[in-house]
């Protein structure tokens, strides 16, 4: 009999992703926590920690944010931690959850995280520009997107790829996240409404970046035992997995991410996985510019260096293919509340792997998922691998 620790998502909740101006951080903390607690008939009075995700204060405009965020996510009077590693947040988030259970300290814990990106004024970048060197790159003026412009020439150049090629990821999810409730911006488009959309810094059109969003998503974790007791459809976590490469870009190769299978290994190993191309059955990569779900899908071994775009053409990652990717919509057609959007992900498989993800749902009953995210400087990794 196995002795390693077995750890569960019972239940799961989300907020729509949009711009909300009445709300404000703390209460869409709330609303998605009280959706995770109602979907698995739990109370606060049933969680043992919390684990919020979010990043610094100067995205939501508040000073002491973790303490601020304490009470709307649930962890008045209980452990809690806040947690961050930039748009990797969102799956290393319940990967905290995770090893805090598996260590035998607690049976259960609420999982959230939250971004409200309209808060920072004027825009995020402000807040952005602050995480460059200060010698080195920060007399450049650099900005997210023509560094991202940077690595997607890159990728495109390495593997002789074209904007359509690229476009076509937009396409998919975008036309995922119509079947979303809590899309921001779900809708049918054409590859060339994609690639007649306004240049942002070449070859990035406005189209192929996710937007800034407003949002919270939460998940319950629990042990085994305690799993047992609340549902008979647990989602099982079999796999996590992180890793960190150097914060300086100018000196990584972006053509690859190496970080990212880096991360996927770790948690394949930890899953039992040796074939991710035939084990996998459903994958949620970050996505937050076209080219990098495709980036990541050759990171996570899914797809081979420069094949994944292939793929994609064929209809393999279409939420009928034989590895449905991003049936959720991705943050392209969801959105991209920093923290929020990682997890995000991991709530799509948590649904779709009960067969409760309803319009959007997979064919074929899938069994295992992988969920990732990405962050910081284009560095950080972060993975996890769930099954039924």
Not at 116 to 141: V, W, Y
Not at 210 to 236: F, H, M, Q, Y
Request: hydrophobic share 40%; with cysteine; aromatic share 8%.
């Amino acid at each position: 009999m196995s002795t390693k620790p077995k750890v569960a998502i019972v239940g799961a909740g989300m907020t729509k992703f949009m711009r909300r101006a009445q709300e404000t951080a703390k209460e869409l903390t709330f609303e998605a926590v009280r959706a995770a607690l109602d979907s698995a008939n739990m109370t606060l009075d049933d969680i043992d920690c919390v684990i919020h995700g979010t990043a610094p204060d100067a995205f939501d405009g508040i000073h002491m944010k973790g303490e601020y965020l304490l009470d709307g996510s649930g962890g008045w009077k209980k452990p809690y931690m806040r947690g961050y590693v930039g748009g990797g947040t969102g799956v290393f988030a319940p990967i905290q959850g995770w090893y805090h259970l598996a260590s035998g300290q607690f049976e259960t814990a609420l999982v959230v995280c939250e971004e409200k990106m309209s808060s920072c004024q004027p825009h995020p970048q402000g807040a952005f520009l602050t995480i460059f060197d200060n010698m080195t790159e920060r007399p450049l003026k650099p900005n997210l997107l023509w560094i991202f412009a940077l690595e997607m020439n890159r990728y495109m150049q390495t593997y002789g790829l074209n904007l359509k090629d690229i476009a076509q990821v937009s396409v998919k999810n975008k036309n995922n996240a119509l079947q979303h409730p809590a899309a921001q911006l779900g809708k049918e488009i054409t590859l060339e409404e994609v690639l007649n959309s306004e240049v942002l810094a070449w070859p990035v059109h406005r189209e192929m970046v996710s937007p800034t969003s407003d949002g919270a998503c939460a998940v319950i974790l629990a042990t085994e035992k305690r799993a047992k007791k609340v549902t008979n459809k647990p989602v099982w976590i079999k796999g996590v997995g992180w890793n960190l490469d150097s914060s300086y870009w100018t000196n990584r190769e972006l053509a690859y991410p190496q970080y990212v299978e880096n991360a996927a290994r770790m948690a394949y190993k930890m899953a039992g996985i040796r074939e991710p191309k035939k084990e996998i059955h459903i994958a949620e990569p970050y996505d937050p510019f076209a080219y990098k779900e495709l980036h990541h899908l050759e990171g996570l071994l899914l797809a081979d260096k420069g094949q994944a775009p292939q793929i994609t053409a064929d209809g393999v990652t279409a939420r009928t293919g034989n590895m449905p990717s991003c049936p959720s919509g991705g943050l392209l057609g969801v959105g991209n509340p920093i923290a929020a959007a990682g997890l995000m992900k991991v709530c799509e498989l948590f649904w779709q792997l009960r067969g409760e993800a309803g319009q959007r749902q997979v064919p074929g009953h899938p069994r295992t998922g992988v969920a990732q995210a990405w962050g910081d400087l284009m560095q950080v990794g972060t993975v996890i691998v769930v099954g039924n």
